[in-house]
């Protein structure tokens, strides 16, 4: 890997423009658990009872106390290694590095990150049913909290299935002329991530899957490992190819 850098860096004669999607594999190693286990429940729940509008819809109290509780739990997390190495990567590009997450805690923002895209929501936020207004949101949320704006019931700020997710348009603009894709800790071959490795595939981007396992052989490399060691490792390597490619 550390040669292709080299000399994607020697090409571009600059630093990289790099898109980074992170998901739930960045996030374990922190002691969040992953979205659902084998058959496919979330934390036993029926993922149509807690992550669908009509879940919400038929049981409001249960969708209330689910994300109340995940959001204590995420609370409780610190950030890793591999949430400190993409700040550290953020500092190196600067305004070359976009980094999108499909992850609801808040693990990048405390470990520093500035500019992220929240794909699929957060939990430290709650939107207004009626005017949709979002505010930050740490203690828990039910049917009484109101929107201090219309006084609308809140709902958590969580893309859920049968959802879209959020900022696509301005996910789409740095992938149009991205040097890089990374992914890590997440599927590179179900959507949303599927369709962010093909748009940056057409632009010419040299991809690189990080993960446990992998999970597509479309992509130009992949490193294997837990996150807190394999993304140090990354902005290692990518460090040593720009100081090799632009002296």
Known sequence: MLNDLITI????????????LTGAGISAESGIK???????????????DVATPRGFRKNPALVYRFYNERRKQALSCQPNLAHSALVELEQLLGKGLS???????????RAGSTTLFHMHGELNKARCLGCQKVFAWTGDLDDTS???SCGSIMRPHIVWFEEIPFFMPEIERPLKKC???VAIGTSGVVY?????????????????????????????????????QSVPQFVVTLKMAIEQALG
């Open 192 to 228: 949303p991530a599927a369709g962010f490795y093909t748009s940056a595939k057409k632009t010419g981007s040299y991809t690189i899957e990080i993960n446990l396992q992998r999970t597509s052989h479309n992509f130009h490399a992949f490193m294997e490992g837990p996150a807190t």
């Open 99 to 109: 980094l999108v997450t499909q992850n609801v805690d808040d693990l990048h923002e």
């Open 9 to 20: 860096v020697r090409r571009l004669g600059r630093l990289p423009n790099i898109v980074v």
């Open 179 to 181: 040097d890089i894709f």
């Open 146 to 148: 109101k929107c201090e």
């Open 34 to 48: 992953t979205f659902r286990d084998q058959n496919g429940l979330w934390e036993n729940h029926d993922i149509e």
